[in-house]
């Protein structure tokens, strides 16, 4: 089975990013509160949830993760990768993307623009969420 390298992956986790799945052909690249970058500060979650075993049971971990950006999904698949955010069904909704890519390196360029540089996916979703929540207030 096919993975992101050790290389790919340290540097993303140098830039502050937390990747789950790291093995798999799925990886989830999260942003925790405590990385400086794109964000959308009111709006704080918990994607996943983390387990521990503790005298043979499985009970949620006390801390769970928490991040104030969408997840981003990298799918590693035989002739490239796709790089995913997908938070509306059926979707595609504010700032929904697929983009497929060849390169590690592309995978790379591309996960560190959405969490820490201008781009119209991310802004496109925090205009949405702006949005919203002033209608609600």
Known sequence: MKTLTQKTIDKLESKGLVLFGKKRDLVMVCKPLST??????????????????????????KEQFETDAP????FIEQTGFKLEVWQWVPGPGPGDFEIL??????????????FFEENEYFETYKKYELKNKRNLL
Do not use: D, Q, R
């Open 36 to 61: 400086i970058g794109n964000c959308i500060e009111w709006k704080i979650t918990k994607p996943f949830a983390e387990f521990e075993n503790t005298e043979n049971e499985l009970v949620p971990k």
């Open 71 to 74: 997840v981003l999904g990298v």
């Open 101 to 114: 890519v060849s390169t590690e390196k592309e995978v790379y360029k591309h996960i560190v623009n959405y």
